[in-house]
């Protein structure tokens, strides 16, 4: 079964500065989806970024980038010039290959991040 | 575009009840996806449901029930509530197909069992 860690369980960062979350997964799938979320206190969880295996080029999105490194099982999250709004829990999240259909999200226990103004 | 969204926002139950949550995706997609989050346990995988079959299931008891109706919108039950059923139940609704077939997720409903 797939498995996704995140080995920070609180980060915090000063305001305009850059923060990087961590995230390893375990799957023998080589097509895969990687995904990180956002869950501000509001409750809904807001897709950040995403990444599909078979792509090389590592994913960004304005501010916020990844790290894809497919041979390590590693996926972090940088997050450039923090903004308090920002602050949340982040969760990173795995799906397998499209050829099998579901959408079923495997996610990580979610790393809080604290903006310090 | 409405977004995914999810009914009723809260509920109290008591233990030994049954209570039926409702999701309504977003228009176009097909398929809906069910999680709870609970402090302990995470976010872990309920069930999915696509063209109003169940197409994958998570690892819970048999309490835990949902359908999809012919608009994609989709409910899940539980009977027999216990303590541990207190969580957030969240919806998911995305497309199916190679792409931008992401989940997006509503609100959640926030289960309270008494």
């Known amino acids: 079964a797939q498995t996704v860690t995140q080995s920070q369980p609180e980060m915090s960062v000063q305001e305009a500065e850059t923060v990087t979350l961590s995230c390893t997964y375990d799957?023998?799938?080589?097509?895969?989806?990687l995904f990180w979320y956002k869950q501000p206190p509001s409750r809904q969880m807001i897709l950040v970024i995403r990444?599909?295996?078979?792509?090389?080029q590592n994913a960004t999105e304005n501010r916020f980038s990844v790290n894809f490194q497919k041979a390590a099982k590693s996926f972090s999250l940088k997050i450039s010039d923090s903004q308090l709004g920002d602050a949340a829990m982040y969760f990173c999240?795995?799906?397998?290959?499209?050829?099998?259909?579901?959408?079923?999200?495997?996610f990580g226990q979610g790393t809080r991040l604290t903006i310090n103004p | 575009k409405a977004g995914v969204t999810q009914t009723p926002r809260y509920l109290i139950k008591t233990r030994g009840q049954q209570v039926t949550l409702s999701c309504s995706p977003i228009s176009g997609h097909r398929s809906v996806s069910w999680y709870q989050q609970t402090p302990g346990q995470g976010l872990q995988f309920l069930f999915e449901y696509f063209s109003e079959t169940q197409r994958n299931k998570g690892n819970f008891p048999g309490r835990f029930s949902g359908r999809q109706f012919s608009n994609s919108r989709s409910e899940m039950n539980v009977s027999t509530l216990e303590l541990g059923d207190s969580a957030l139940y969240l919806c998911?609704?995305?497309?199916?197909?190679?792409?931008?077939?992401?989940?997006?997720f509503g609100q959640g409903t926030r289960l309270t069992v008494v």
């Open positions: 799957t023998s799938e080589s097509d895969y989806y």
């Open positions: 990444q599909e295996a078979y792509k090389q």
């Open positions: 999240a795995y799906r397998g290959p499209y050829a099998q259909g579901a959408q079923k999200l495997v």
């Open positions: 998911a609704s995305s497309l199916v197909g190679q792409g931008r077939n992401e989940a997006f």
